[in-house]
């Protein structure tokens, strides 16, 4: 098969944790016999720095004119004194909105080697795997904005189909799992959501009556993610309390550096980052976890390609990595691997 992506290496640690999953991807490749082509664009404040915008029409259409999207994060010191619609993280809200990639995917684990990197007591990690299944492209991230002299506002505003089209990816996702869904919204002060709730209890009823729906207000989930995770399998969510929960669940699995995820759009479209940003702090010095980046690679390979055999090696030879001890700073930071060493053990653990 040949596989046509777009790399988007960003800003901070971005290049790093790509170019690492570029060599795993070419291995992975040469191994099950596909024809990998990377095209590779500006995003962020890398490309703020060239062209003067977060997200030139170059990128864009490279995106476009490739299967896939893999972004590495963008954001850091050097742009925070930007306008907001020169930020860079604009640039990603913008490439999310215009590749309209509104179902966004942050699978969770309780993986056991890296338990002792979690602030939690193992009791509290047994048994946690669940989905966040964040809306990412309405809400409050995308409403009108306003900024005077002493007043400013987002306006947080949902329409019917971009409620009904995220509960039936999540729902769909449900149904692949262990057929729960939880709809998390604040439905006791906010008018989105009492009409999220509506949205999706009718599109539940009527579509998925096989799926168990139920609701929580979301400061309450904040809590039960720490006290009682397992009792979760997919949970879906509006763009802004995603956000926040999906950062929030990252703690369950020892590190924010593990976390992957897809955006996925209409036919099969998708971006494929990880959850962190660009840890300006530790960019350019060897010592980011790619993990994260890696396991989002191994999204693309499952949701995009359909090629799940590849899919499962990579995750498999990350499990196997971290289960020999080998690790980056974030999971052990006083005996640590750097960033190419860790995937020159994933390559190898591949086999
Ligand atoms: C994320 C990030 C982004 C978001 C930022 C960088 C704009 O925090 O992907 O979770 O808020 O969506
Ligand atoms: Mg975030």
């Not at 215009?98 to 966004?104: G, P, R």
């Not at 995917?105 to 309780?110: G, K, Q």
């Not at 979760?232 to 999906?246: A, H, K, P, Q, R």
């Not at 479209?269 to 191994?298: C, F, Q, R, W």
Request: charged share 25%.
């Amino acid at each position: 098969m040949e596989l046509n992506m777009c790399v988007l290496p960003g800003d901070g640690i971005g290049p790093e944790v790509t170019e690492q999953t570029v060599r795993l991807l070419e291995v992975v490749g040469q191994k099950f016999h596909h024809k990998l082509n990377f095209d590779y664009g500006l995003i962020g404040g890398a490309a703020y720095d060239e062209t003067g915008q977060p997200l030139p029409d170059d990128t864009l259409d490279l995106c476009h004119n490739n299967d896939v999207t893999l972004l590495g994060a963008v954001g850091g010191p050097a742009w925070d004194h930007l306008p907001g619609d020169k930020r860079p993280e604009k640039g990603l809200l913008d490439l999310r909105q215009k590749l309209q990639v509104f179902a966004n995917l942050r699978p969770i684990r309780y993986i056991p080697a890296v338990s002792k990197s979690s602030p939690l007591k193992s009791e509290y990690l047994e048994g946690v795997d669940l989905l966040v299944v964040r809306e990412l492209t309405g809400g409050i991230y995308f409403g009108e904005k306003s900024k005077g002299i002493d007043k400013a506002s987002d306006l947080c505003a949902y329409q019917r189909h971009e409620i009904e089209r995220v509960i039936r990816v999540a729902a769909q996702m449900a149904k692949q799992r262990r057929g729960k869904l939880c709809s998390i919204d604040k439905a006791n002060v906010l008018e989105t959501s009492r009409f999220w709730r509506e949205v999706s209890n009718k599109i539940m009823t009527n579509e998925f009556p096989e799926i168990t729906l139920t609701h929580c207000l979301v400061d309450a989930a904040a809590a039960y993610l720490i006290q009682s995770a397992a009792q979760f399998d997919v949970i879906v969510t509006e763009n802004m309390f995603g956000d926040i929960l999906s950062d929030e669940a990252s703690v369950l699995c020892g590190s924010l550096g593990l976390l992957p995820s897809a955006s996925l759009g209409e036919g099969g479209v998708g971006l494929y980052e990880p959850v962190h940003g660009s840890a300006p702090d530790i960019a350019g010095k060897n010592l980011a976890n790619p993990s994260g980046t890696m396991l989002s690679a191994a999204l693309a390979l499952r949701y995009s390609y359909s090629l799940t055999e590849e899919a499962d090696a990579i995750d498999a030879a990350i499990d196997t990595v971290l289960q020999s001890g080998c690790m980056t700073k974030d999971l052990s930071p006083n005996d640590y691997v750097s960033t190419r060493e860790f995937t020159d053990a994933v390559i190898q653990a591949l086999g």
